[in-house]
Structures are given as structure tokens and as C-alpha cells.
């Protein structure tokens, strides 16, 4: 009964190769992120998508697409993978109401060789 | 727009020490304030959060104040275990505004 689950665990790839992580939350929420965290554990937003439509874009290369195909999942494709790509993503989901915190899965961490 | 700096780690403490993690803010308009807790190996998990000044958030033992005079919403708690050894996130915003974290302190409890 896990409330927001993403696969795989672990993704050791190559350069040069497309990869995707997948999220799914059964939470009921809206909204759903997409976050970074490099090795010094810093946390940064990548994608917020609410009721699939994508409402936060940050800076992030095009290699990288988010797809919502609906409002339970969101899942990361990236293309021709890199090596400063390699960290741990974390799927998050929340409700839109005022205050509502995070709830986050437990990461997936991208090895990139 | 909104940003939270705390203090840089690791904070290592003996068992049942007191323990501050400090946090301050800037912000526009009235966002509210959130500390998460990364045990390794897991995502981050909500740890408490207070949504307007002079708000205290508590939880499991810690607690922290929403201080408007002095932008802080420092992390404390009075007897620190071994098991509160884990990375601690400050962070601003929530509902439809996006949430932002800080770097991050690792505390390090040792019996």
C-alpha cells in the first residue's frame, strides 16, 4: 500500500542511451514532481505537472520529458543520458489545498557510466 | 521569490544531547514553512510545518517556531537518539506554490 511508488530502484545505464523512470501515487493527489537530488544532496524541482497538465517547467534540458498519462502517474523519459545526469530522482504527489506538504517515493538512483 | 538557507552539516552529537538545526527565510507574501527528514536510502517525509507567524510545528520530539521578527524557523529538539541520524530539509512554500528546500543538514547521533 505504498502511497507513491516509482521504478526502478536502481538504473545503471550508459551514455548515449534513453532511459525512463516511472511514478505512481495512490494518494488521490492533483499534483505530482519530479525532483533531483545530486550527490551532495541537494534538492532541486525539475516538473510539476496538476491534473496532467504541466505547470512548473524548470530549467532542465529537453533531453528530459516528463509524460502524465493521467493524474496518478508521471513518469521521466530522458534521452541520450549523460554523465551529469547520474543522481537519485524522486517522484513527490500532493493536493492542491493551501499548505498541503510532499509525499514522496523513494528515489530511483541513475548511475550514468 | 521565495528561499530558505540553513546551516551546513554535519552536526554530530552524543545521545540525549540538544540538538538546533538552523533556518531562515526570505519570502514574499505569506508562505508557509516545512522541515523534512531523509533517513538513508528513503525519500524525504514531512517531519512538521507551521503556515503563519508565531505558528509552532512539533512533532516526534522536535519542534520549530515560524519567527517573522528574525525570518527563522529553526529545528530543535531537547534529547536526540541515535535513530534521528538522517538529513534535515528546510523548506518554503507548499500548496500552489512550489516548494523549495535548503541544502540540507546531516546529523549524526552516536551513543
Known amino acids: 500500500d505504498t502511497a507513491v511508488s516509482q521504478t526502478p530502484k536502481y538504473l545503471v545505464t550508459q551514455m548515449g542511451n534513453d532511459k525512463s523512470i516511472k511514478c505512481e501515487q495512490n494518494?488521490?493527489?492533483?499534483?505530482m514532481y519530479w525532483y533531483k537530488q545530486d550527490s551532495k544532496k541537494f534538492l532541486k524541482i525539475m516538473f510539476s505537472?496538476?491534473?496532467?497538465?504541466?505547470?512548473i517547467n524548470e530549467t532542465v534540458p529537453n533531453r528530459f520529458s516528463p509524460k502524465s498519462p493521467d493524474k496518478a502517474h508521471l513518469n521521466l523519459h530522458i534521452n541520450s543520458l549523460e554523465l551529469g545526469d547520474s543522481a537519485v530522482y524522486f517522484c513527490a504527489s500532493s493536493s492542491r489545498q493551501g499548505n498541503s506538504p510532499l509525499h514522496f517515493g523513494n528515489g530511483t538512483r541513475l548511475t550514468v557510466t | 521569490g521565495n528561499s530558505v538557507t540553513q546551516m551546513e552539516g554535519p552536526v554530530t552529537l552524543s545521545e540525549e544531547a540538544f540538538l538546533t538545526i538552523n533556518c531562515t527565510y526570505t519570502?514574499?507574501?505569506?508562505?508557509?514553512l516545512f522541515w523534512y527528514v531523509q533517513y538513508p536510502g528513503e525519500g524525504l517525509q514531512l517531519l512538521l510545518k507551521?503556515?503563519?507567524?508565531?505558528d509552532k510545528g512539533s512533532n516526534k520530539g522536535f519542534e520549530a517556531t515560524y519567527r517573522k521578527e528574525t525570518t527563522s524557523f529553526h529545528l530543535e529538539k531537547g534529547s536526540v537518539q541515535v535513530s534521528d541520524s538522517a538529513v534535515y530539509f528546510c523548506?518554503?512554500?507548499?500548496?500552489?506554490?512550489?516548494?523549495?528546500f535548503g541544502t540540507g543538514t546531516r546529523l549524526q547521533v552516536f551513543p
Open positions: 519570502a514574499t507574501g505569506y508562505p508557509s
Open positions: 507551521a503556515t503563519k507567524a508565531d
Open positions: 494518494l488521490g493527489h492533483d499534483t
Open positions: 505537472y496538476n491534473n496532467k497538465e504541466l505547470i
Open positions: 523548506a518554503i512554500g507548499g500548496g500552489t506554490d512550489k516548494l523549495i
